[in-house]
């Protein structure tokens, strides 16, 4: 199929820790968010090929993941760029409700 995504090509297995307290699919969703993406929609089209489910729901667990210790414990400098990146997008949209600028 054109434009598909090649999920071997991305290497999610290399990655895994067996001695990690987080599941495989927790530690898969990890390494996918150290990806960096060169096409508008490649990051969307990964997840529903490498996880079988929405951006969205992608993204309500990732939320849930990097709020948890072993997460921060697996990867720290990920973990809490992914906790700032959140933090400044809910301040924007707060502001975009208030009409202040953030």
Do not use: C
Not at 7 to 32: G, H, N, T, V, Y
Not at 58 to 84: C, F, S, W
Request: overall charge neutral.
């Amino acid at each position: 199929m054109a434009g598909s995504v090649d999920a071997s090509a991305f290497s999610l297995d290399a990655e895994l820790d067996s001695s990690s307290p987080l599941s495989e699919r927790d530690q898969k969703m990890l390494a996918l968010e150290r990806q960096w993406w060169k096409y508008a929609g490649a990051k969307e089209q990964a997840i529903r090929e490498l996880f079988d489910m929405s951006a969205t729901h992608y993204y309500q667990i990732l939320n849930g993941l990097i709020d948890t210790e072993e997460a921060l414990a697996h990867d720290p400098m990920l973990v809490k760029r992914l906790r700032r990146l959140r933090t400044s997008r809910q301040r924007a949209r707060t502001a975009r409700r208030l009409g202040t600028d953030a």
